[in-house]
């Protein structure tokens, strides 16, 4: 079964640089979560899209934005990048007429900031 | 105080056991919960979901559901070593779904 697709899998910026995220639901499904992981540390809700529109927001500093676009995917961008930024990031979808809440996870992205 | 609490571990079992892993949450309007397995280093992988107060079983997984005590738990029987991880408690967010998770407990399986 197709599952989340995340791009890239690791990322190594310099402070201050600019970072983009990618994240392809699994198809049908219409709503995507972001994530960030610290090390040791339980993955924190960042943002939410459903249907291409912002379903909700959590602790995401105003340096980062995303977007959901037409075909679904969604992009997590992050700018004036900060060592505290190092963490795993991930996405994961669901799909609202399907199992309540059921989110899949994607492989995450590993992001080091230097 | 965490929306959902988890006690950290390491829970240690022998092969073959039964492992009991343990979760309250805060929000008595919280109505979904799930349980993830995480391996170190990985992505958290779904093992069950629950949303009616009693038991619901899957294959060697159950997970337990007490609303009025707002307490969620899991037994994972015959214990192997692969089961080894961190496992996630997490409630989803009534309206939008979002996800607030325990800080985790690491579970490890002794041949």
């Known amino acids: 079964a197709a599952g989340v697709i995340q791009s890239p899998r690791h990322l190594i910026k310099e402070k201050r640089e600019t970072a983009t995220l990618k994240c392809y639901p699994i198809?049908?499904?219409?709503?995507v979560y972001w994530y960030q992981q610290g090390p040791g540390q339980d993955p924190q809700f960042l943002i939410s899209f459903y249907e291409k529109m912002q379903s909700d927001k959590g602790s995401i500093p105003d340096r980062f934005s995303a977007q959901q676009f037409s075909d679904y995917h969604s992009e997590l961008n992050m700018s004036s990048l900060e060592l505290g930024d190092s963490a795993l990031y991930f996405c994961?979808?669901?799909?609202?007429?399907?199992?309540?809440?059921?989110?899949?996870f994607g492989p995450g992205t590993r992001l080091t900031v230097l | 105080q965490k929306e959902v609490e988890q006690n950290s571990g390491p829970l240690s079992v022998p092969e073959g056991a039964i492992a009991s892993l343990n979760c309250t949450y805060s929000d008595r309007v919280s109505q979904s919960f799930f349980w993830y397995r995480q391996y170190s280093g990985k992505s958290p992988e779904l093992i069950m979901s629950i949303y009616s107060n009693g038991d619901k079983e899957d294959g060697r997984f159950t997970a337990q559901l007490n609303k009025a005590s707002q307490y969620v738990s899991l037994l994972i029987r015959d214990s192997q070593p692969s089961d080894s991880a961190t496992y996630l408690c997490g409630r989803g967010s009534s309206n939008t779904g979002k996800l607030i998770f325990g800080q985790g407990t690491t579970l490890q399986v002794k041949p």
């Open positions: 198809p049908r499904h219409d709503t």
């Open positions: 994961a979808s669901t799909r609202v007429a399907g199992v309540a809440n059921e989110q899949f």
